[in-house]
């Protein structure tokens, strides 16, 4: 079985500081990973995703994620916040190909707020 | 771009009530899913169906039935509502085992 924690259900930053979500998992099998943001009122967008490739994984507006097999770990980061960036933050797991048809286990999500 | 279409944005039910959730996707995608979202829960899967008129059970299923007739739609249905189906309902698609597309979202209110 598979399962995600998010480390954090909310963070808060100041406009221009780094921002740091924490998202570890556990997986018997080899995971894609994925990072996932949600506005207000909105759907679920994918930032960025891990499927095995470059163990550094850049994503839209700014984003980026190492995966670390070693520490079961895929923590997003953002050198630099904006205030657009306040959001709710989702980590998923799911099983890399197989039978799984790309079912995801999702953390408990984490509420990003930043100030001015 | 993937769309994927939810029927309501809000909606409200009685206690009792059957309730239809539909979703429509427009990308040809093979799997359709269905979560329930609750502040502290993340996202829980009640539904998933891989091909028209297949079906299987996620993580929560109690409550909740689906219907798949047609590839591009994949409806989520409450036979009774209760007031514990309070919920944001999210709707997803994808092709294989790739990235899932998320729809806006319903928020149910049973009463």
């Known amino acids: 079985a598979q399962s995600v924690t998010q480390l954090g259900s909310h963070v808060s930053v100041s406009e221009g500081a780094l921002v740091l979500l924490r998202c570890n998992y556990s997986s018997s099998v080899p995971p894609y990973l994925f990072w996932y943001v949600q506005y207000p009122n909105q759907g679920l967008q994918l930032l960025l995703k891990?499927?095995?490739?470059?163990?550094l994984v850049k994503g839209i507006n700014g984003f980026e994620a190492e995966f670390k097999k070693s520490e079961t770990s895929f923590h997003l980061t953002k050198p630099s916040a904006h205030m657009s960036d306040a959001a709710e933050y989702f980590c998923?797991?799911?099983?890399?190909?197989?039978?799984?048809?790309?079912?995801?286990?999702f953390g408990q999500g984490t509420i990003l707020t930043v100030h001015p | 771009d993937v769309k994927v279409t939810q029927s309501s944005r809000y909606l409200v039910k009685r206690t009792g009530e059957k309730v239809f959730l539909e979703c429509v996707q427009d990308m040809d995608h093979e799997n359709m899913f269905w979560y329930r979202q609750d502040p502290g829960l993340g996202l829980r899967l009640i539904y998933f169906?891989?091909?028209?008129?297949?079906?299987e059970k996620g993580d929560i299923p109690e409550g909740y039935s689906v219907s798949r007739e047609k590839k591009e739609r994949f409806s989520l249905i409450l036979e009774s509502a209760s007031t514990n189906q309070t919920s944001m309902y999210l709707c997803a698609s994808s092709f294989a085992s790739e990235t899932q597309y998320f729809g806006p979202g319903t928020r149910l209110l049973v009463l």
């Open positions: 998923a797991v799911s099983e890399a190909g197989g039978t799984s048809y790309g079912k995801l286990t």
């Open positions: 169906s891989y091909d028209v008129k297949m079906k």
């Open positions: 891990y499927t095995s490739a470059a163990t």
